[in-house]
């Protein structure tokens, strides 16, 4: 699982409000390399939380994101250093081991080979 | 170029998983059938819920993949074997997809709520008894409780949370599911559909169901009442009764 889809993931235990973003726990962290797109980049943006981006990022040993979130014309500058390090943040990094921690009850989501196991339990639904 | 889908060979398989069956085939031909559409459409999100083997969504990435660089793909299943049999499919044809194991879609429903574009669903569709639906192992690819409705009801809902503005919806039925009705569903949440692909095995008859997002009443009117819906399902269901008849 990449970052972009841990921004779109949120707890949803029967009672649980603020479900979102879970923690990061990351074992193992894998890269991979994809080919750079900047209008994907542009139209996700758009989408992301920011903190729950740069919070997860530096849970997964990348902290080359600025804690504030840019503004729109850093993403159409011409430097694309910015979206760069966006785009090695939400696509590149995998959490291949691990776990997702549910911010308001600290129940825990493993994630094993990549993939996060979500499945409540009886009590949880 | 011709345009590829998943191979049967490189599809991992574990006997907890449902495997690519005609049902499967059949979703794979109609997004085949829509490729050229698809790739206008130009999706920036897509995602399947009930991903099984993963021979629908790495068929559907292989499909877009070319004219389409930057799309993210999700997958989800309940089946923790088969998010992983997807994931081990969806590397063997070199291709990125992040797989969740999740009742429907249930975690992403806050989030991702309004950005899917393509959203394709082979759900549990056989009319089984009640009781069989959502139980652990196999049983729970393909029972789908009272005329196969079961899941599928359930999921009706989250799909309409999902879809983006310009979403589209491929879902895979039975005769057996009432699928006039399920349209019917659809049409109150504002969707207009036809159907893609229909095929009649020795066992079912197999409707693969296209909806979009219509913008207002009228134009929704306009759609449903002309060759796009009733006409086509009547013309459908004569055929399918023609052919029982004989
Ligand atoms: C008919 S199989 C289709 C598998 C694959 N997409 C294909 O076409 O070959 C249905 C799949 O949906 C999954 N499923 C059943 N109930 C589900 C639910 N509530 N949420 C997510 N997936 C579900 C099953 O585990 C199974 O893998």
Redesign the interface.
């Known amino acids: ?2 970052l ?2 841990h ?6 235990i029967k009672g649980v409000t603020n ?2 973003p879970l923690k990061i726990e990351s074992v193992t962290v894998v890269e ?1 390399e ?2 750079f ?1 900047p ?2 980049l542009r ?2 943006f758009a ?1 992301i ?1 920011w903190k729950a981006l740069v919070e997860g990022a530096r849970s997964m040993g990348y902290e080359e994101l600025p804690e504030d979130s840019p503004d729109a014309s850093e993403l159409e500058s011409d430097d694309e250093t910015f979206l760069r390090k966006l785009h090695h943040a939400l696509l590149e990094l995998h959490l291949e081991e691990g776990a997702l921690v549910c911010p308001e009850t600290g129940r825990k989501f493993p994630v094993n ?8 339990h009886e009590d949880e639904v | 170029m011709s345009s590829r889908i998943a191979e049967i060979r490189l599809v991992s398989s574990h006997r907890e998983v449902y495997e690519p069956c005609d049902d499967s085939f059949a979703l794979v031909d109609a997004l085949l059938a829509d490729r050229i559409n698809l790739i206008e459409h130009k999706p920036k999100i897509c995602m399947e819920i009930g991903c099984g083997s993963g021979y629908v969504i790495t068929s559907l990435i292989l499909l877009l993949k070319n004219e389409l660089p930057g799309v993210h793909y999700l997958a989800t299943d309940t089946n923790p074997i088969a998010a992983r049999v997807t994931q081990e499919t969806l590397q063997a044809h070199g291709v990125e997809a992040d797989v969740i194991c999740t009742d429907i879609a249930s975690v992403l429903e806050k989030r991702l709520a309004g950005s899917v574009d393509v959203m394709v669903v082979n759900p549990p569709y056989v009319p089984t008894p009640e009781d069989e639906v959502g139980m652990e192992g196999i049983a729970s690819a393909w029972a789908g409780g009272e005329n196969g409705r079961r899941v599928i009801d359930r999921m009706l809902p989250v799909v309409d949370v999902l879809l983006s503005e310009k979403g589209w919806f491929y879902l895979v039925t039975l005769t057996s599911n009432c699928p006039l009705e399920i349209c019917l569903v659809m049409r109150k949440k504002g969707y207009a559909s036809r159907i893609v692909v229909q095929r009649s095995t020795d066992e079912e008859n197999l409707l693969i169901l296209k909806f979009w997002r219509v913008k207002d009443e009228e134009s929704l009117d306009k759609e449903t009442s002309s060759e796009s819906f009733v006409s086509q399902f009547s013309r459908y269901l004569s055929s399918f009764m023609e052919k029982r008849w004989r």
Not at chain 1, 7 to 12: A, D, E, F, I, P
Not at chain 1, 113 to 120: D, F, H, T, V
């Open positions: 699982m990449r972009i889809t921004n779109m993931l949120s707890c949803n479900g979102f991979k994809v080919d797109n209008d994907f139209h996700m989408k939380e080979k990549g993939i996060p196991n979500m499945l409540l």
